[in-house]
Protein backbone atom coordinates (compact mmCIF):
# COMPACT_ATOMS: atom_id res chain seq x y z
CA UNK A 1 0.00 0.00 0.00
CA UNK A 2 1.36 3.31 -0.76
CA UNK A 3 1.29 6.67 2.00
CA UNK A 4 -1.67 7.60 0.61
CA UNK A 5 -3.75 4.63 0.95
CA UNK A 6 -2.23 3.85 4.09
CA UNK A 7 -3.04 7.37 5.30
CA UNK A 8 -7.02 7.24 3.89
CA UNK A 9 -7.39 3.68 5.56
CA UNK A 10 -6.08 5.07 8.85
CA UNK A 11 -8.60 7.68 8.46
CA UNK A 12 -11.34 6.25 7.92
CA UNK A 13 -11.33 3.69 10.47
CA UNK A 14 -11.18 5.99 13.01
CA UNK A 15 -13.84 7.91 11.79
CA UNK A 16 -16.25 5.07 11.62
CA UNK A 17 -14.77 4.05 15.14
CA UNK A 18 -15.31 7.73 16.67
CA UNK A 19 -18.53 9.18 15.18
CA UNK A 20 -20.78 6.64 16.87
CA UNK A 21 -19.29 6.84 20.43
CA UNK A 22 -18.68 10.83 20.33
CA UNK A 23 -21.57 11.93 22.13
CA UNK A 24 -21.13 9.64 25.20
CA UNK A 25 -17.49 10.18 25.43
CA UNK A 26 -14.26 12.51 25.20
CA UNK A 27 -12.39 13.31 21.55
CA UNK A 28 -9.27 15.26 22.03
CA UNK A 29 -7.33 16.74 19.12
CA UNK A 30 -3.94 17.81 19.81
CA UNK A 31 -1.72 19.84 17.41
CA UNK A 32 1.54 21.51 17.21
CA UNK A 33 5.55 21.67 16.42
CA UNK A 34 8.48 18.79 17.59
CA UNK A 35 11.72 19.75 17.12
CA UNK A 36 14.72 17.03 17.97
CA UNK A 37 18.51 16.65 17.97
CA UNK A 38 18.94 13.91 15.40
CA UNK A 39 21.99 11.41 15.58
CA UNK A 40 22.13 9.05 13.32
CA UNK A 41 25.28 6.18 13.89
CA UNK A 42 26.35 3.50 10.97
CA UNK A 43 28.41 0.71 11.22
CA UNK A 44 32.15 1.67 10.09
CA UNK A 45 32.44 4.89 11.68
CA UNK A 46 29.36 7.04 9.68
CA UNK A 47 27.89 9.45 11.96
CA UNK A 48 25.30 12.56 11.59
CA UNK A 49 23.76 14.78 13.38
CA UNK A 50 21.50 17.91 13.42
CA UNK A 51 17.93 19.18 14.51
CA UNK A 52 14.91 18.48 13.04
CA UNK A 53 11.79 20.32 12.57
CA UNK A 54 7.77 18.59 12.42
CA UNK A 55 4.54 18.79 13.36
CA UNK A 56 2.58 16.58 15.20
CA UNK A 57 -1.57 15.93 14.79
CA UNK A 58 -3.14 13.41 17.40
CA UNK A 59 -7.02 12.65 17.73
CA UNK A 60 -7.87 10.23 20.76
CA UNK A 61 -10.76 8.99 22.29
CA UNK A 62 -10.17 8.78 26.21
CA UNK A 63 -13.16 7.94 28.44
CA UNK A 64 -12.49 6.85 32.19
CA UNK A 65 -12.51 2.67 32.56
CA UNK A 66 -13.41 2.36 28.75
CA UNK A 67 -12.00 1.70 25.60
CA UNK A 68 -9.44 4.10 23.89
CA UNK A 69 -8.47 4.90 20.54
CA UNK A 70 -5.67 6.84 19.23
CA UNK A 71 -4.19 8.08 15.79
CA UNK A 72 -1.23 10.26 15.26
CA UNK A 73 0.45 11.58 12.13
CA UNK A 74 3.62 13.37 11.88
CA UNK A 75 6.28 14.86 9.36
CA UNK A 76 9.22 16.33 9.94
CA UNK A 77 12.54 17.73 7.84
CA UNK A 78 16.37 18.88 8.41
CA UNK A 79 19.30 18.61 7.51
CA UNK A 80 22.24 16.46 9.06
CA UNK A 81 26.02 16.56 8.53
CA UNK A 82 28.76 14.70 9.56
CA UNK A 83 31.87 12.42 8.78
CA UNK A 84 32.07 8.94 6.66
CA UNK A 85 34.18 6.04 8.18
CA UNK A 86 37.08 7.03 6.11
CA UNK A 87 36.59 10.76 7.27
CA UNK A 88 35.01 12.23 4.43
CA UNK A 89 32.12 15.00 4.93
CA UNK A 90 29.12 14.06 4.92
CA UNK A 91 25.63 16.23 4.28
CA UNK A 92 22.15 15.04 3.67
CA UNK A 93 18.48 16.16 4.29
CA UNK A 94 15.82 14.01 6.01
CA UNK A 95 12.31 13.70 5.95
CA UNK A 96 10.63 11.56 8.10
CA UNK A 97 6.75 10.70 7.97
CA UNK A 98 5.20 8.31 10.04
CA UNK A 99 1.45 7.70 11.35
CA UNK A 100 0.03 4.74 13.66
CA UNK A 101 -3.68 3.81 15.31
CA UNK A 102 -3.75 2.81 18.75
CA UNK A 103 -6.83 0.63 20.75
CA UNK A 104 -6.53 0.24 24.54
CA UNK A 105 -8.34 0.84 27.45
CA UNK A 106 -8.10 3.97 29.90
CA UNK A 107 -7.81 2.47 34.12
CA UNK A 108 -8.92 5.56 36.47
CA UNK A 109 -9.05 5.77 40.05
CA UNK A 110 -11.47 7.88 41.98
CA UNK A 111 -9.54 9.87 44.02
CA UNK A 112 -10.17 13.51 44.20
CA UNK A 113 -7.04 13.92 41.66
CA UNK A 114 -7.07 10.73 40.22
CA UNK A 115 -4.53 9.19 38.31
CA UNK A 116 -4.69 7.18 35.20
CA UNK A 117 -3.04 4.51 32.87
CA UNK A 118 -3.64 3.53 29.38
CA UNK A 119 -2.14 0.04 27.90
CA UNK A 120 -2.53 -0.26 24.66
CA UNK A 121 -1.42 -1.89 21.32
CA UNK A 122 -1.65 -0.88 17.71
CA UNK A 123 -0.18 -0.64 13.96
CA UNK A 124 1.81 2.25 12.22
CA UNK A 125 4.00 2.94 9.41
CA UNK A 126 7.27 4.93 9.25
CA UNK A 127 9.30 6.15 5.79
CA UNK A 128 12.43 8.40 5.93
CA UNK A 129 14.07 9.80 3.11
CA UNK A 130 17.81 10.47 3.30
CA UNK A 131 18.83 12.20 0.80
CA UNK A 132 22.60 12.93 0.12
CA UNK A 133 24.07 16.30 -0.49
CA UNK A 134 27.64 18.16 -1.42
CA UNK A 135 30.12 17.87 0.12
CA UNK A 136 29.11 14.26 0.25
CA UNK A 137 30.71 11.75 -2.15
CA UNK A 138 28.18 10.60 -3.59
CA UNK A 139 24.15 11.79 -4.23
CA UNK A 140 22.85 8.61 -3.01
CA UNK A 141 19.18 8.77 -1.87
CA UNK A 142 17.92 6.04 0.46
CA UNK A 143 14.56 6.01 0.98
CA UNK A 144 13.64 3.43 4.25
CA UNK A 145 10.13 2.07 4.62
CA UNK A 146 8.53 -0.37 7.52
CA UNK A 147 5.41 -1.11 9.15
CA UNK A 148 5.58 -1.92 12.84
CA UNK A 149 3.03 -3.03 15.49
CA UNK A 150 3.47 -1.81 18.68
CA UNK A 151 2.63 -1.97 22.54
CA UNK A 152 2.88 0.67 25.14
CA UNK A 153 0.93 2.59 27.56
CA UNK A 154 -0.06 6.47 28.60
CA UNK A 155 -0.22 7.55 32.04
CA UNK A 156 -0.68 10.57 34.14
CA UNK A 157 -1.14 11.94 37.69
CA UNK A 158 -3.20 14.86 38.42
CA UNK A 159 -2.11 17.22 40.82
CA UNK A 160 -4.71 19.61 40.29
CA UNK A 161 -7.96 19.61 37.96
CA UNK A 162 -5.82 21.76 35.57
CA UNK A 163 -2.22 20.46 36.10
CA UNK A 164 -1.50 16.83 34.84
CA UNK A 165 1.83 14.90 34.56
CA UNK A 166 2.45 11.95 33.14
CA UNK A 167 4.89 9.32 31.58
CA UNK A 168 4.40 7.43 28.51
CA UNK A 169 6.53 4.17 26.64
CA UNK A 170 5.96 2.57 23.78
CA UNK A 171 8.06 -0.27 21.59
CA UNK A 172 7.66 -1.09 18.33
CA UNK A 173 8.27 -4.01 16.50
CA UNK A 174 9.53 -3.52 12.43
CA UNK A 175 7.80 -5.59 9.97
CA UNK A 176 9.43 -6.20 6.23
CA UNK A 177 11.82 -2.99 6.78
CA UNK A 178 13.06 -2.20 3.25
CA UNK A 179 15.49 0.60 2.11
CA UNK A 180 15.48 1.88 -1.54
CA UNK A 181 18.57 3.31 -2.91
CA UNK A 182 18.54 5.69 -5.88
CA UNK A 183 20.62 7.78 -7.67
CA UNK A 184 23.13 5.77 -7.65
CA UNK A 185 25.31 6.65 -11.11
CA UNK A 186 26.56 3.43 -11.76
CA UNK A 187 23.75 1.08 -10.62
CA UNK A 188 20.10 0.97 -11.16
CA UNK A 189 17.50 1.78 -8.37
CA UNK A 190 17.69 -1.04 -5.64
CA UNK A 191 16.03 -1.92 -2.65
CA UNK A 192 17.82 -3.62 0.03
CA UNK A 193 16.27 -5.68 3.19
CA UNK A 194 17.19 -4.64 6.30
CA UNK A 195 16.98 -6.76 9.28
CA UNK A 196 13.92 -5.97 11.73
CA UNK A 197 15.00 -4.62 15.45
CA UNK A 198 12.91 -3.15 17.95
CA UNK A 199 12.29 0.99 18.59
CA UNK A 200 11.44 2.45 21.82
CA UNK A 201 10.06 5.98 22.55
CA UNK A 202 10.13 7.43 25.93
CA UNK A 203 8.11 10.85 27.16
CA UNK A 204 7.27 13.01 29.89
CA UNK A 205 3.83 14.71 29.12
CA UNK A 206 3.08 17.81 31.23
CA UNK A 207 -0.50 18.95 30.20
CA UNK A 208 -2.06 22.65 31.77
CA UNK A 209 -6.00 23.11 31.17
CA UNK A 210 -6.87 26.38 30.38
CA UNK A 211 -10.58 26.51 30.55
CA UNK A 212 -13.49 24.12 32.25
CA UNK A 213 -16.29 24.89 29.66
CA UNK A 214 -17.63 22.03 27.50
CA UNK A 215 -15.26 23.11 24.68
CA UNK A 216 -11.67 22.63 26.82
CA UNK A 217 -8.70 23.66 25.36
CA UNK A 218 -5.32 22.89 26.86
CA UNK A 219 -2.05 23.04 26.14
CA UNK A 220 1.12 20.49 26.59
CA UNK A 221 5.01 20.57 26.57
CA UNK A 222 6.20 17.14 26.10
CA UNK A 223 10.00 16.08 26.80
CA UNK A 224 11.14 12.80 24.84
CA UNK A 225 13.55 10.40 23.83
CA UNK A 226 13.20 7.78 20.84
CA UNK A 227 15.62 4.78 19.93
CA UNK A 228 15.67 3.62 16.50
CA UNK A 229 17.64 0.52 15.12
CA UNK A 230 17.42 -0.85 11.49
CA UNK A 231 19.31 -3.91 11.66
CA UNK A 232 22.26 -4.73 8.94
CA UNK A 233 22.03 -7.69 6.79
CA UNK A 234 23.83 -8.83 3.59
CA UNK A 235 22.31 -8.47 -0.01
CA UNK A 236 22.92 -7.32 -3.79
CA UNK A 237 24.80 -5.58 -5.24
CA UNK A 238 25.11 -3.94 -1.99
CA UNK A 239 24.58 -5.05 2.13
CA UNK A 240 22.48 -3.15 4.11
CA UNK A 241 24.66 -1.38 7.06
CA UNK A 242 23.49 -1.59 10.63
CA UNK A 243 22.04 1.88 11.72
CA UNK A 244 21.31 3.44 14.88
CA UNK A 245 19.38 6.73 15.71
CA UNK A 246 19.12 8.74 18.97
CA UNK A 247 16.66 11.24 18.89
CA UNK A 248 16.49 13.92 22.24
CA UNK A 249 13.33 16.63 21.50
CA UNK A 250 10.33 18.48 22.81
CA UNK A 251 6.73 18.64 21.64
CA UNK A 252 4.86 21.65 22.09
CA UNK A 253 0.94 21.15 21.37
CA UNK A 254 -2.69 23.15 21.67
CA UNK A 255 -5.13 20.54 22.25
CA UNK A 256 -9.28 20.61 22.36
CA UNK A 257 -11.42 18.85 24.28
CA UNK A 258 -15.11 17.94 22.93
Known sequence: MTFRSHLLACSLIMAVVLLPIQVRSEVVFRAGPEIYYFQRDKEGGSKQTGAMYGIRGMLER???CSLYLGLDLFCAE???KGHSGSGRALSSEITDVIYEGRIGYMLQNNKANPSFIIP???????????AFRPPSPLPFTFIDTFDYTLIGFLSG???TPLLSIGLNFETRFMLNGKSKLTNDPDFDDTTLIMNNELQARLELPITYNLSRCRCRTEVQLVPFYEYRHFGGREGFPFDFIDTKFNLIGLRFTLGCRF
Open 62 to 64: IQP
Open 78 to 80: GTI
Open 120 to 130: YCGYGHFRETN
Open 157 to 159: FNF
